[in-house]
């Protein structure tokens, strides 16, 4: 169970987020306030204005407006540990949320050209296909995120308390959707694209 705190200045923006943090499963909202009290969790999901100082905070997911000043490479370096659309859907928060929790950084497919431009440029000429980017379930990142730890599908079966046989249907559809030959190729597949960060 992931313990999540919820902060934004709106309660009506907390209420949804509490919503789209539950869709998920495995999520306890342990705080919901416009600031962040002294509340031991292991997620803060936070809608912010401005560059927060995160010292001491819990690994943060910041949702932020676009059209606001700081670029994704400050966020990160303020502390956030994911970075999403203010308009982020319920699927992308649980999955940042899954990802967060394993220890991954979270950058949205939209901001990849902020922090690998090279990246970006590549699925602009079309050497790598966009729809791909977020094609991955939560679940399949949280197990690419284990395969590039370098993890045998039985150490991942036991960590995530799900069969061997269900760990192998996910690397295969990892492996499919990421058009990977093998598990070395889609962990580089995966962080050429921000799946996963290393």
């Given at each position: 169970m992931i313990r999540v705190a919820i902060v934004a200045s709106s309660a009506i923006v907390r209420a949804g987020l509490e919503s789209m943090a539950l869709s998920g499963g495995g999520v306890e909202i342990v705080t919901s306030a416009a600031t962040l009290a002294d509340v031991h969790a292991d997620v803060a999901l936070v809608q912010s204005e401005e560059v927060p100082d995160l010292t001491g905070w819990p690994p943060t997911i910041l949702l932020v407006d676009p059209a606001g000043t700081a670029?994704?490479?400050?966020?990160?370096?303020?502390?956030?540990?994911a970075v999403l659309p203010a308009q982020a859907n319920a699927n992308e928060i649980s999955g940042a949320l899954l990802?967060?929790?394993?220890?991954?950084?979270?950058?949205?497919?939209?901001?990849?050209?902020?922090?690998?431009?090279?990246?970006?440029?590549?699925?602009?000429?079309?050497?790598?296909?966009?729809?791909?980017?977020?094609?991955l379930s939560p679940r399949e990142v949280e197990v690419l995120g284990m395969i590039?730890?370098?993890?045998?599908?039985?150490?991942?079966?036991?960590?995530?308390?799900i069969s061997e046989h269900t760990v192998k249907f996910h690397v295969g559809s990892i492996m499919t959707k990421l058009n990977a030959g093998s598990r070395t190729e889609a962990v580089t597949r995966g962080l050429r694209q921000g799946l996963i960060y290393l």
């Open positions: 670029s994704i490479l400050e966020l990160l370096r303020s502390g956030a540990r990802a967060i929790a394993a220890g991954l950084i979270v950058i949205h497919p939209h901001d990849l050209e902020d922090v690998f431009p090279a990246t970006q440029r590549a699925v602009d000429s079309g050497v790598l296909d966009s729809a791909r980017l977020d094609s590039a730890e370098g993890l045998s599908n039985k150490t991942i079966a036991w960590q995530m308390q």
